[in-house]
Nanobody, 118 residues
Framework: QVQLVESGGGLVQAGGSLRLSCAASGRTFRSYTMGWFRQAPGKDREFIATISGNGVDTTYAGSVKNRFTISRDNAKNTLYLQMNSLKFEDTAVYYC???????????WGQGTQVTVSS
């Protein structure tokens, strides 16, 4: 069982930056492929980025590539998402996930709101 708690969301102006964190419980954090997803009002949840258990391999959605960076600190059981050059369309609830396979995951956090003002 893995529990995930996101933090770091908030209100930011377009062009600004935010860093999201996801604290994970349990001693098996390093064994999970982790990911970030988001869901905007009226839209389906969409994949943002994933990172392998050892942090070597990453994947990104085209809409955030070169603006967002996913990383993890296995010693701290924490996943991060650095978001730069934020756009209005990045406004969404952002979710951390563990055990990611495609659009699915074994565990989900409760989400953190990111609002980008234009």
């Amino acid at each position: 069982q893995v529990q995930l708690v996101e933090s770091g969301g908030g209100l930011v102006q377009a062009g600004g930056s935010l860093r999201l964190s996801c604290a994970a419980s349990g001693r098996t954090f390093r064994s999970y492929t982790m990911g970030w997803f988001r869901q905007a009002p009226g839209k389906d949840r969409e994949f943002i980025a994933t990172i392998s258990g050892n942090g070597v391999d990453t994947t990104y959605a085209g809409s955030v590539k070169n603006r967002f960076t996913i990383s993890r600190d296995n010693a701290k059981n924490t996943l991060y998402l650095q978001m730069n050059s934020l756009k209005f369309e990045d406004t969404a609830v952002y979710y951390c996930a563990a055990g990611v396979r495609g659009p699915m995951a074994a565990y989900w956090g409760q989400g953190t709101q990111v609002t980008v003002s234009s």
